[in-house]
């Protein structure tokens, strides 16, 4: 048996953030982001790769690479 699942976006915004945040990715593409995630959890030097803003109620959660020398 098949299943489809349909989903229903309220408005564009929300649609180009699904569209743009569930990409396919290479392995070297996912370790890279892996690793971000990591440099910014454990607060280490390197890229972080983090949310945009600190706003803990912003939705869609946007996030983008910065350089720390923490």
């Given at each position: 048996m098949m299943r489809q699942l349909q989903i229903?976006?309220?408005?564009?915004?929300?649609?180009?953030?699904?569209?743009?945040?569930?990409?396919?990715?290479?392995?070297?593409?996912?370790?890279?982001?892996?690793?971000?995630?990591y440099n910014s959890s454990y607060k280490q030097r390197g890229w972080h790769y983090t949310r945009k803003y600190k706003n803990p109620e912003q939705y869609p959660i946007e996030k983008h690479w910065i350089w720390c020398d923490d």
């Open positions: 229903e976006f309220p408005d564009e915004h929300m649609q180009k953030y699904w569209i743009d945040n569930n990409v396919e990715m290479s392995k070297a593409e996912y370790d890279h982001h892996l690793l971000g995630m």
